[in-house]
């Protein structure tokens, strides 16, 4: 996590706390980079339920997408452009998988692939 983009979370988020928020935060940022589970988090992190926790705490209460919003707009800012995203790149990706769950399986003609297709956007600027 880059400094500036600390300074916004930390106005939005300012308190009190055992662990270093900073530390909090970089968590669930760590587990997308790396595509780690939450229990095999790095030991310089805070236990990983507390992360755990406080990460979808943050998500269930909109803080989450509020804090993506601060940032995104700031960097559109620093680029000397819209604050909002008004581009978007989609693309998707078809996962081969054949067990029966609680989401339905599907089919992909074009790639011939029993499985799931998940989708992802990105802006211009390479987020997602």
């Not at 755990?52 to 269930?60: E, G, P």
């Not at 581009?87 to 769950?101: A, I, M, N, T, Y």
């Amino acid at each position: 996590m880059t400094d500036s983009a600390w300074q916004v979370i930390q106005e939005i988020l300012a308190d009190k706390r055992k662990y270093s928020l900073w530390v909090i935060l970089n968590a669930p940022l760590y587990l997308t980079k790396t595509g780690c589970q939450w229990r095999q988090m790095l030991n310089d992190l805070p236990p990983w339920r507390f992360c755990y926790s406080y990460f979808w705490k943050l998500c269930n209460d909109g803080t989450w997408e509020r804090l993506n919003k601060a940032l995104v707009e700031r960097r559109g800012q620093k680029a000397k452009r819209e604050a909002l995203t008004s581009v978007g790149v989609v693309d998707s990706q078809s996962v081969k998988c054949s067990e029966w769950g609680v989401v339905p399986k599907g089919y992909d003609g074009h790639k011939k692939v029993n499985g799931h297709k998940r989708h992802i956007i990105g802006d211009k600027s390479g987020l997602y």
